[in-house]
């Protein structure tokens, strides 16, 4: 694979000059950095890369230019290169026009001039800039291959865990891939034993489940110690941030993830209102930053392990796996999240994962390339997604129960929506019902004023309704509301929960009626739901463990 580009653009020579140079000198070892001194010249760059299959990661480019400025020639980049990296060097009086380019162009930084030292204030913008677009464009020399049908339940669970665990895969289609047939045969594969999950100096794998993926590919699937400080359970936003705060403060720290650390948080395409990233960031890039973040301070992770029970054992709380020892805690975090409600209507179940899929990662929109893609939800977690599928689909429906879309997203989102045309919005309708042979084909939706009901044409419908927390696990000691959520603190003193506490010192904040075990961020009864209230909650936590740690 060619070495991707980075081009730089600036009139004023020796401007143009040292920032190639401090490009070449921090990254030209693993990218081709190329010079241009106008708009013109850069597009002529980006023409002869692109007839050249030839990669291009970053355009760096100043914006007060005579000819073009910075903005007219980086939206011009973006509408030939969708996928590579923006960068505008401007003034601070240009402030302005810079942060209006961010949702107008879908620009990725500016950068206010001069950069000095570039230690400081250029290389840690491009060095993240940089890690995204190369998380998107993996080399394929070394990938895993997933051999599978299309419409396999089970290749469409493989292909998930690997994309929410950051894990590079060539997918090849048995029916569609010349290649993915001739390593069907050559493993003498039947049927029942796709997908196939060929690892790089491994064995082949035969319809694996995911533990044995995650165990194949060196991945932690059991605790290493016998008894820790605090074990988390669930790796979304909240338990990721008690394992940053804990780690860094001394606890021996153990998360466990039964899919992949980031929840659902971690498969948004897009979050656009998360405090200090003006550009927003993908889910994914928050849930890998985090992750970097705890293990850097020694905390553990453990995957595609399902906890089944949790126990008071004298001073310690046993985390109970399927599969795996237990994990033995002075303190427990619950941090599951909620998962989607299940949609209640006609022939859907037998096509979960033959078309139908509940949420969805980022990645999997150009499955649905050139194809009707049809979206349940009325929450932002719908609109990021519909709005990542429309720039693959043929059209994407969004379905929605209530009268309108603001009753319950976000308005920028909702204007975003508004505005793309590729984008339908059907308000005051239900999917009721699902059919197709082998694979969804069609969806019969119902106006919910008149009952009329119509059949329409689809190859995709993802569902995004209702949020249900993953609590069946926990035993009568944690006292849970009528929904299912965790009831913590205060609410078990007073109120419908008052019976919830037993002990004469009241329960910690995020204390659950069990003492010792906490609850942070979308599990927890009367919590927000957002990103950062679960951020919040979870960092908040390791407070309240330290001061519970020190009362035993």
């Excluded at 190639?20 to 010249?41: K, Q």
């Amino acid at each position: 694979m060619a070495r991707p580009a980075i081009i730089t653009v600036d009139d004023d020579a020796p401007v143009s000059a040292a920032i190639a140079r401090d490009l070449r000198a921090r990254y030209g070892d693993e990218h081709r950095v190329l010079r241009a001194s106008s708009g013109a010249e850069a597009l002529d760059l980006v023409a002869r890369l692109l007839l050249r299959g030839q990669p291009l990661a970053l355009v760096a480019s100043d914006q007060r230019m005579p000819a073009m400025t910075g903005i007219e020639l980086l939206s011009r980049v973006r509408a030939d290169v969708p996928d590579a990296k923006l960068l505008l060097l401007t003034a601070y009086a240009d402030t302005d026009v810079a942060i209006s380019a961010i949702n107008d162009i879908g620009l990725d930084h500016y950068l206010l001039k001069p950069w000095d030292p570039p230690e400081d204030r250029l290389y840690p913008v491009v060095d993240d800039l940089l890690a995204d677009w190369h998380n998107a464009h993996p080399e394929q020399g070394n990938d895993v291959r997933v051999v599978g049908h299309r419409w396999s339940e089970g290749s469409h669970v493989v292909k998930t865990f690997l994309a929410n665990n950051h894990v590079p895969y060539v997918w090849l289609d048995v029916e569609r891939d010349e290649e993915g047939a001739r390593l069907r045969d050559l493993a003498g594969a039947q049927p029942e034993d796709l997908p196939l999950v060929l690892v790089p100096d491994g064995e082949t794998l035969r319809a694996p489940t995911p533990v044995a993926v995650a165990t194949a590919l060196g991945l932690r699937t059991r605790a290493e110690r016998d008894l820790y400080d605090l074990c988390i359970v669930g790796g979304g936003p909240a338990g990721l941030a008690a394992a940053v705060y804990a780690a860094s403060e001394g606890l021996s720290t153990v998360v466990v993830e039964h899919d992949a650390p980031g929840g659902q948080a971690g498969q948004s395409a897009a979050i656009e209102n998360y405090l200090g990233f003006p550009r927003g960031l993908s889910g994914a890039d928050l849930a890998q930053r985090a992750i970097a973040q705890a293990r850097r301070f020694g905390a553990e992770m453990v995957l595609a392990r399902d906890v089944v029970a949790l126990e008071a054992r004298g001073p310690a709380r046993a985390v109970v796996l399927d599969g795996a020892d237990d994990i033995e805690a002075r303190s427990v975090v619950l941090a599951t999240g909620v998962s989607y409600r299940r949609l209640e209507a006609r022939g859907i179940d037998a096509l979960v994962g033959r078309g139908v899929q509940y949420g969805s990662n980022a990645a999997q929109a150009a499955a649905c390339a050139g194809e009707e893609v049809y979206v349940v939800g009325a929450a932002n977690s719908a609109g990021q997604a519909v709005l990542n599928l429309a720039r693959h689909a043929k059209r994407v429906t969004l379905v929605v129960r209530g009268e309108s879309l603001e009753a319950g997203m976000s308005q920028y989102l909702v204007e975003r929506i508004r505005g793309d045309e590729r984008i339908r919005v059907l308000c005051r309708t239900e999917v009721v019902g699902a059919n197709g042979d082998g694979h969804l084909e069609r969806l019969t939706l119902a106006d919910r004023h008149i009952g009329a009901t119509t059949k329409v044409p689809a190859a995709w419908l993802f569902v995004y309704i209702g949020a249900t927390p993953r609590t069946d696990w926990l035993g009568a000691e944690v006292v849970r509301d009528e929904h299912g959520f965790v009831v913590t603190g205060h609410d078990l003193v007073t109120g419908p929960h008052a019976h919830g506490w037993t002990l004469a010192r009241p329960p910690f904040a995020l204390e659950t009626s069990l003492p010792g075990v906490f609850a942070a961020g979308d599990v927890r009864s009367d919590s927000m739901k957002r990103v950062a209230s679960a951020v919040g909650e979870g960092s908040m936590s390791v407070y309240f463990v330290h001061r519970y740690l020190a009362t035993i």
